[in-house]
């Protein structure tokens, strides 16, 4: 993982500071500054221009200061630095993140009265399309981060989960945690296709079959990488999200990786995506990995 910052996403809001203690844990395991970013949600232009005309640097000192005392009270220490930007959220976030230095954005999943808000369109979901860098979105009810805590990468054998591995065992190694390497491979609950109309290479048996081979297949490609870590594979006869969700209770998951769905998928490929599905509906903090050579939309 690349950069020297841990940056915490916030709008300061109460919802928030469980992320901001998250994001302070995981960068004193990686050994890396943490750093505290707020956008003042401004569209109008011409407001903006006049804010910065007018807003001097005591004005700033003021505001910078609130936010380093929002981070204290949440975590009782103090932050490695202040960012406060004007503008889009969306926009001043990436912007931030593209500049090269940060490692890992951290934000934190809206609270339960904001559940619609953060489905259809909050900045946060904006993200989980489209990361500027790998992102951490903290689940309250589930966000230890200490050594030896529990990781699964879920995997569908495709180019981004190769980049999820490659960017999720450097920080296993840091963690000196297990890895648990989870596939699921049953067709869709909605789907109107039964097993046995499928043509034979489809039917259940040939899925499991191709599943192993991809699973041992993956592994293998990885060998080099995962020298060192403790890992094992788990191949689930569930819908991707359904099978991610029961394996994280059932194995008591602390994190959660995915890649990225492709930089060239469009609109309908990403709302589909088991990515954006599970965002929507996951029970566990999840980090998300860019697919190779994506660049964040804003």
Wanted: glycine fraction near 8%; hydrophobic fraction near 45%; proline fraction near 5%.
């Amino acid at each position: 993982m690349q950069g020297k910052r841990v940056v915490i996403g916030t709008d300061l809001s109460e919802n928030a500071q469980p992320a901001a203690r998250y994001a302070l844990k995981l960068g004193r395991l990686l050994g890396l500054e943490v750093h505290v970013l707020h956008v003042l949600d401004v569209s109008l232009k011409s407001w903006k221009s006049a804010f910065e005309e007018v807003s001097g640097a005591q004005l700033r000192d003021k505001l910078d200061a609130r936010i380093g005392a929002w981070f204290k009270e949440a975590t009782g220490e103090s932050p490695d630095g202040v960012m406060l930007e004007v503008g889009s959220p969306m926009r001043s976030t990436c912007e931030m993140c593209q500049k090269g230095d940060v490692a890992v954005l951290v934000i934190g999943m809206s609270g339960r009265g904001a559940w619609n808000k953060f489905i259809f369109g909050s900045t946060a979901m904006e993200l989980a399309h489209t990361p500027p860098c790998p992102l951490v979105i903290v689940h309250p009810e589930r966000d230890r981060v200490e050594a030896g805590m529990e990781v699964a990468l879920g995997t569908d054998f495709s180019e981004r989960s190769d980049r999820a591995m490659e960017v999720s065992v450097p920080l296993i190694k840091k963690f000196k945690s297990p890895l648990h390497l989870v596939h699921a491979h049953a067709l869709s609950a909605t789907t109107v296709i039964l097993d046995t109309e499928l043509p034979e290479a489809l039917q259940s048996t040939a899925i499991v079959d191709w599943a192993e081979e991809a699973m041992d297949a993956f592994i293998k490609r990885h060998d080099a990488l995962l020298e060192g870590v403790e890992c094992d594979a788990h191949l689930l006869a569930q819908s991707p999200v359904a099978g991610l969700r029961e394996f994280v209770e059932s194995a008591n998951i602390d994190l959660v990786v995915i890649g990225h769905y492709p930089a060239d998928a469009g609109r309908l490929d990403r709302l589909a995506s088991v990515m954006v599905k599970w965002v929507q509906n996951m029970n566990c903090t999840t980090l998300i990995v860019p697919a190779p050579g994506a660049v964040a939309a804003h």
